[in-house]
T-cell receptor, first 114, second 115 residues
């Protein structure tokens, strides 16, 4: 049962433009959401997170938006840079997942072209 | 560099064998998590330890077991290996892990190949 879904397996964007990655979830008990970036042959690297009490969190070029009513979150990267080319995973945890178990989406491969 | 270390980086073994994967968490982190990433699946949570005690279990097979030692490093033991166990195994750590808002930091992973 996939509770966190990333429906776009890939995204191609030009350098300097905005990258928008989407993530949907089904479990209304999730209250903490994270985005991780993963390069080949490396572990996931934490990017940014958001608690369910907020609807936006910003960190430099990265902004995460949370729409609880739609059970949807998105990651905006502005401006996109070649080094942003990686797989991005959305993850969630919640009050029913005591002790912080993360549920991951399948990932979105981002390619930033010059 | 997340501060989480995993050894070995690569492991090639045969079906039926047993292997041990090792993880050292970031300094000060009390929780260790193990995840499996297979080719056809995303990251799947296996098990979590907090300060030496098992706290949460996911889709971990009975052939797999883990423990966290007093120095907080953790080992994941995989036995009676099957071809389908070939995957990337990631360890993550967090400061606490007693709430859902603890950020987990991942190690570089161990790639296990079962022939």
């Amino acid at each position: 049962d996939q509770q966190v879904k990333q429906n776009s397996p890939s995204l191609s964007v030009q350098e300097g433009r905005i990258s928008i990655l989407n993530c949907d979830y089904t479990n209304s008990m999730f209250d903490y959401f994270l985005w991780y970036k993963k390069y080949p042959a490396e572990g996931p690297t934490f990017l940014i997170s958001i608690s369910s009490i907020k609807d936006k969190n910003e960190d430099g070029r990265f902004t995460v938006f949370l729409n609880k009513s739609a059970k949807h979150l998105s990651l905006h990267i502005v401006p996109s840079q070649p080094g942003d080319s990686a797989v991005y995973f959305c993850a969630a945890s919640g009050r029913t997942d005591s002790w912080g178990k993360l549920q991951f989406g399948a990932g979105t491969q981002v390619v930033v072209t010059p | 560099d997340s501060g989480v270390t995993q050894t070995p980086k690569h492991l090639i073994t045969a079906t039926g064998q047993r292997v041990t994967l090792r993880c050292s968490p970031r300094s000060g982190d009390l929780s260790v998590y193990w995840y499996q990433q297979s080719l056809d699946q995303g990251l799947q949570f296996l098990i979590q330890y907090y300060n030496g005690e098992e706290r949460a279990k996911g889709n971990i097979l009975e052939r797999f077991s883990a423990q966290q030692f007093p120095d907080l490093h953790s080992e994941l033991n995989l036995s009676s290996l099957e071809l389908g166990d070939s995957a990337l195994y990631f360890c993550a750590s967090s400061v606490g892990g007693r709430t859902s808002t603890d950020t987990q930091y991942f190690g570089p992973g161990t790639r296990l190949t079962v022939l």
